[in-house]
T-cell receptor
């Protein structure tokens, strides 16, 4: 498996509290992604990063922010958690060094199960 | 929304080939086709990807039609452990949108 660690693996929090999920990789890959997965919706892209301090929004970015201060870490923050953000969150990485690796596949972590009560 | 179309579910007998179809009629010239699978609640697992030529690796084969509007993932000898949801995706870095996939059930 690709060297991806998500923490925490499980978290229960209350509505209105801030939450930060961490994704750590040991592969030195350039691209990192945050997806959420909900029944009936499949995997949906929240944000992604194409380098240190370079991030962009995905299809469901409202209510989320991200930061990438180091190649190996990509943080997802819910500034004020809501019950609609109860989900399983997956981090993914992919390699992009040059044109030959531009379409390298994603490799996923094992997910963080977040419950907002 | 996802740009690919897959059957919701399929069954396959253990030991037989599993052929999973996917339509991606809006694929652009520089977009690849990727296949992933997800077993129970684990993270999605990469299987194979291709641009226009057929591809094979230790897990599966990918057959892409000449017009690139559809593809088929082939698991040559399905086992019970291949029971999973299989996702077909077209796209490129930063633009991989997952659909709901095909739930493949491999039966003894």
């Amino acid at each position: 498996d690709a060297g991806i660690t998500q923490s925490p693996r499980h978290k229960v929090t209350e509505t209105g509290t801030p939450v930060t999920l961490r994704c750590h990789q040991t592969e030195n890959h350039r691209y990192m992604y945050w997806y959420r997965q909900d029944p009936g919706h499949g995997l949906r892209l929240i944000h992604y990063s194409y380098g240190v301090k370079d991030t962009d929004k995905g299809e469901v970015s409202d209510g989320y922010s991200v930061s990438r201060s180091k190649t190996e870490d990509f943080l997802l923050t819910l500034e004020s958690a809501t019950s609609s953000q109860t989900s399983v969150y997956f981090c993914a990485i992919s390699e992009y060094r040059d044109r030959a690796t531009y379409n390298s596949p994603l490799h996923f972590g094992n997910g963080t199960r977040l419950t907002v009560t | 929304d996802a740009k690919t179309t897959q059957p919701t579910s399929m069954d396959c007998a253990e030991g037989r080939a599993a052929n999973l179809p996917c339509n991606h009629s809006t694929i652009s010239g520089n977009e690849y086709v990727y296949w992933y699978r997800q077993i129970h609640s684990q993270g999605p697992q990469y299987i194979i990807h291709g641009l226009k030529n057929n591809e094979t690796n230790e897990m599966a084969s990918l057959i892409i039609t000449e017009d690139r509007k559809s593809s088929t993932l082939i698991l040559p000898h399905a086992t019970l452990r291949d029971t999973a949801v299989y996702y077909c995706i077209e796209g490129s870095q930063g633009n991989l949108i997952f659909g709901k996939g095909t739930k493949l059930s491999v039966k003894p």
